[in-house]
């Protein structure tokens, strides 16, 4: 027990938690900020809020337990929200998932609190949590809110949704089933065992409601808790409200932009476990160092270093704290191993390696540091070699003396010189201490970082492995709850004033943007060789043959070798010589003919590159948008390959792209000219050349121009040209501001979430049916993940529904694909998810589309 604790103190003390999450590489805070962060050295409470996915989060609530109450708050959402749709981009599904990871880390680092996940996938909407619990784990998902529960320690547990249906989702129901199951499971060492290696069972105090007043559904009432949560903290200069804005506005995939909250502003909580509370979450819990006896002195100590604080020069601070530190922490490190048996102990302890964690974060603030780790390429092959330029400078009045550089990754190996160099810029090449003035920088170019060993940051870690269903797979255990594995990095030993503390710095790429100014990114790393092929999905319409075209790229400093590429019966190849030799940089294309047979079978196209015995199967696709670091995402590269009849009508379309738009690409694919439309083509362009005119997902809601271009389009539409309307939705987030459609409908919230729904056919006769392809029931077969979503209700007379489906248990839809004739053409307006089944290559979507583009003209 003794060693155990002493093992934490160092770790405290010596080691580095510097660490800052996101893509700024090194953020220095301003006095304010530092004293702000100070202050919640003082404080011992905890909460963890717990919902279903990226942006169910009350950020206000997060802001104002972070900032006000100062305890360590954290987000736990059960998924990434991997099935939400896109308004800035493609990214679907687990690159979806990515996107809304890196936005709720963005959202973290400006409301202050901390956030975790689960493995559960989000599948898509869900209409109960029975569904829900069929495709995640129940018992899984379950452990892992009980281990974050057990690591984080929350005196408080908030959920945003109530277990009786009211939050409208699935996915939303579950997650306050699963956190009312885990705060009891969580405090039974007969539940999840096996983590009892690594973590304790955990009591916490209460659970409760955060009750919402959503639309119509307005669940507060006056008996309540009350928690005004609009309040101002003159450190940061903001409110509250103000702070979750910020926060929320980070949900920008989601549409999420909001405007500045400023005021009063009441939140509403029913408790739902625990011991009783009846006008304070936090009643009965004390949030100071007073909950430890032992600590008392300590506490008394710190009081007297935060009321004597120097705001005009906080390195000043930095000895006092460090006195602290030394003296009465360590202290009460002693009185734990040396005075106390472990059970009585081991809380304290808990408590005070999390301050020691804090301290050595706030460490380098306080002595004025800052600092930078460049290097000149944005990537690096696995076991690559990249050179770091590692710059410091100290902004106080206190000498620095920075110490050789130290092994900040476990994963990384450095390579120093330390030849002769009198040089200022090469001063660090000496393995001796150097000392930094005031306000004077350094450049230490002697600095190679290496990759070791296959560095698991090289991926995005929850997806290293296949998921199952909708499970991704277990991580290390230091991995499990994180949003993120670390980036690389190196670190430096700094001395001040006696004080001893490390700066890690993370490896980036800077550049200079002439409107932006400086761009970080962070060193990404990739294997020595990836692959592309130039279509997710490869459709063989009639069975022609097509070439098929493989990209490698050379990430190492040189690769030779050879693409392996098999076919299965039905399919014929025909292909040149697929030896290839490259360097770092470089890379090359190389043809594949595929030629079907009318047996030809659905199969995934999976090309390997084969140098020696290694064997690269890897695709890289990267995230790129301003709001986030770049992401780079590595998958097995292939694609779905299918062969099917499909007959086409007029193939001249034009298209007004929506949100994260596919559709165009894919339509070319299989033959059809698409022009894509912007307003001033709209509004003066010859419409009359394209055969149909089609809509992406959301483009009413994205495109305020369409607004005021309904009198061309319906003109387009009565002279005999066809006007097919992908889904938008009517909410608050993306209201529907003008007339869609010739006649009227409303769209609504309506969806067929099961992608496996029987579909029957209300109109066999119409020739959305049958012209140009014969649509049958196997044609909805191998849909993904829903059929359907924001169906047309209310629909004027002049509107044919075409399609009925249904969830289980639920009265059939009919709203999915409504058609109506206007003058000489045709509108439709269709909820049918064509935006997922036709970039995956499912033959009846195809099929149904192209009827949809060539109902014929009267």
């Given at each position: 027990m003794r060693q155990r604790f002493l093992a934490g103190l160092l770790l405290c003390l010596l080691a580095v938690s510097g660490r800052a999450q996101g893509w700024k590489p090194y953020r220095q805070l301003n006095a304010a900020e530092i004293f702000h962060e100070v202050q919640k050295l003082g404080v011992t409470g905890s909460v963890l809020y717990i919902a279903a996915h990226p942006d169910d989060e009350n950020t206000k609530m997060l802001a104002w337990l972070a900032n006000e109450k100062k305890v360590r708050t954290g987000y736990l959402s059960l998924t990434r929200g991997d099935g939400g749709q896109n308004l800035i981009g493609t990214e679907q599904g687990e690159a979806l998932g990515i996107l809304r990871t890196q936005e709720l880390l963005a959202a973290r680092r400006i409301d202050g609190a901390e956030q975790f996940f689960t493995r559960a996938y989000d599948f898509g909407f869900s209409k109960n949590p029975e569904e829900t619990f069929r495709f995640w784990n129940h018992d899984s998902v379950l452990s892992d809110v009980v281990w974050v529960i057990r690591k984080f320690q929350p005196d408080v547990i908030i959920t945003r949704f109530p277990t009786t249906g009211e939050g409208g989702h699935g996915h939303h129901t579950a997650s306050a089933i699963l956190a009312g199951e885990a705060f009891d499971a969580a405090a039974d060492p007969t539940r999840f065992p096996e983590q009892l290696q690594y973590v304790q069972p955990w009591k916490t105090k209460r659970l409760f409601w955060n009750t919402f007043n959503f639309g119509t559904t307005n669940t507060t009432s006056e008996d309540q808790i009350k928690v005004d949560v609009g309040g101002y903290n003159a450190l940061l200069g903001k409110s509250y409200g103000e702070i979750a804005s910020e926060a929320r506005t980070m949900h920008k995939s989601q549409g999420f932009g909001t405007a500045l909250q400023r005021g009063s502003s009441v939140e509403y909580f029913k408790q739902i476990k625990g011991d009783p509370a009846k006008n304070d979450l936090f009643e009965g819990i004390d949030l100071t160092w007073n909950r430890y006896p032992e600590l008392k002195d300590a506490d008394k100590a710190f009081?007297?270093?935060?009321?004597?604080?120097?705001?005009?020069?906080?390195?000043?601070?930095?000895?006092?704290?460090?006195?602290?530190?030394?003296?009465?922490?360590?202290?009460?490190?002693?009185?734990?191993?040396?005075?106390?048996?472990?059970?009585?102990?081991?809380?304290?302890?808990?408590?005070?390696?999390?301050?020691?964690?804090?301290?050595?974060?706030?460490?380098?603030?306080?002595?004025?540091?800052?600092?930078?780790?460049?290097?000149?390429?944005?990537?690096?092959?696995?076991?690559?070699?990249?050179?770091?330029?590692?710059?410091?400078?100290?902004?106080?009045?206190?000498?620095?003396?920075?110490?050789?550089?130290?092994?900040?990754?476990?994963?990384?190996?450095?390579?120093?010189?330390?030849?002769?160099?009198?040089?200022?810029?090469?001063?660090?090449?000496?393995?001796?201490?150097?000392?930094?003035?005031?306000?004077?920088?350094?450049?230490?170019?002697?600095?190679?970082?290496?990759?070791?060993?296959?560095?698991?940051?090289?991926?995005?870690?929850?997806?290293?492995?296949?998921?199952?269903?909708?499970?991704?797979?277990?991580?290390?255990?230091?991995?499990?709850?994180?949003?993120?594995?670390?980036?690389?990095?190196?670190?430096?030993?700094?001395?001040?004033?006696?004080?001893?503390?490390?700066?890690?710095?993370?490896?980036?790429?800077?550049?200079?943007?002439?409107?932006?100014?400086?761009?970080?990114?962070?060193?990404?790393?990739?294997?020595?060789?990836?692959?592309?092929?130039?279509?997710?999905?490869?459709?063989?319409?009639?069975?022609?043959?097509?070439?098929?075209?493989?990209?490698?790229?050379?990430?190492?400093?040189?690769?030779?070798?050879?693409?392996?590429?098999?076919?299965?019966?039905?399919?014929?190849?025909?292909?040149?010589?697929?030896?290839?030799?490259?360097?770092?940089?470089?890379?090359?294309?190389?043809?594949?003919?595929?030629?079907?047979?009318?047996?030809?079978?659905?199969?995934?196209?999976?090309?390997?590159?084969?140098?020696?015995?290694?064997?690269?199967?890897?695709?890289?696709?990267?995230?790129?948008?301003?709001?986030?670091?770049?992401?780079?995402?590595?998958?097995?590269?292939?694609?779905?390959?299918?062969?099917?009849?499909?007959?086409?009508?007029?193939?001249?379309?034009?298209?007004?792209t929506g949100a994260g738009d596919e559709v165009p690409e894919a339509l070319r694919n299989v033959g059809y000219t698409v022009t894509e439309l912007n307003e001033n083509q709209i509004q003066s362009g010859d419409l009359s050349r394209f055969d149909a005119i089609v809509t992406g997902v959301r483009a009413y809601n994205t495109q305020d121009w369409l607004q005021g271009a309904y009198p061309r389009l319906m003109d387009y539409v009565r002279k005999g040209g066809n006007l097919i309307v992908q889904y938008n939705t009517n909410s608050r987030i993306g209201p529907v501001k003008a007339q869609i459609g010739p006649d009227s409908f409303t769209i609504t919230r309506d969806r067929v979430t099961d992608e496996n729904a029987a579909v029957t056919f209300l109109a066999p006769q119409h020739p959305v049916l049958n012209t140009p392809n014969k649509i049958t029931q196997s044609d909805f077969n191998g849909w993904l993940q829903e059929r359907s979503i924001y169906h047309a209700s209310n629909w004027a007379s002049s509107f044919t529904p075409v399609l009925s489906m249904a969830d289980a248990g639920e009265k059939p839809a009919t709203g999915s694909l409504i058609v109506a004739p206007y003058g000489k053409g045709n509108f439709v307006y269709t909820g049918l998810v064509f935006f997922r089944e036709l970039p995956a290559g499912i033959p009846g979507a195809y099929r149904l589309f192209a009827n949809l583009l060539a109902i014929p003209k009267r």
């Open positions: 009081r007297k270093v935060v009321s004597n604080w120097d705001f005009s020069a906080p390195e000043t601070n930095l000895l006092r704290l460090q006195d602290w530190i030394s003296n009465d922490v360590a202290a009460a490190y002693k009185h734990y191993n040396y005075e106390m048996n472990y059970d009585d102990a081991k809380a304290g302890v808990r408590f005070l390696n999390r301050v020691g964690a804090k301290y050595a974060a706030l460490a380098p603030q306080l002595a004025g540091i800052w600092a930078e780790g460049r290097v000149e390429e944005p990537m690096l092959a696995q076991r690559g070699r990249t050179k770091v330029y590692a710059s410091m400078l100290n902004r106080s009045q206190v000498p620095v003396d920075v110490q050789r550089p130290a092994a900040g990754d476990t994963n990384g190996v450095y390579h120093h010189s330390y030849q002769k160099d009198t040089s200022v810029a090469a001063r660090g090449r000496s393995s001796k201490p150097f000392a930094l003035a005031a306000n004077q920088s350094f450049l230490d170019t002697s600095i190679y970082y290496q990759r070791s060993s296959p560095d698991r940051a090289a991926t995005i870690y929850w997806l290293q492995n296949p998921r199952q269903q909708a499970l991704f797979s277990r991580p290390a255990l230091d991995l499990l709850g994180m949003p993120e594995a670390p980036s690389p990095s190196i670190s430096r030993s700094i001395t001040t004033n006696g004080s001893s503390f490390t700066v890690e710095l993370p490896l980036v790429t800077k550049t200079i943007d002439p409107v932006k100014g400086e761009i970080y990114q962070p060193l990404q790393i990739l294997p020595e060789v990836t692959l592309d092929i130039l279509a997710n999905s490869l459709v063989f319409e009639n069975y022609q043959p097509k070439t098929v075209f493989v990209k490698i790229h050379c990430h190492a400093d040189s690769i030779s070798g050879n693409l392996e590429i098999d076919a299965p019966d039905g399919w014929a190849m025909q292909s040149g010589d697929r030896q290839v030799r490259l360097r770092k940089g470089q890379d090359t294309t190389l043809a594949v003919k595929l030629i079907p047979s009318k047996t030809a079978t659905n199969y995934y196209f999976t090309p390997v590159f084969v140098s020696g015995e290694k064997r690269f199967s890897q695709h890289a696709r990267f995230i790129h948008y301003d709001h986030i670091p770049n992401q780079t995402y590595l998958s097995e590269t292939k694609a779905y390959v299918t062969a099917f009849p499909l007959q086409k009508g007029g193939t001249r379309i034009g298209y007004i």
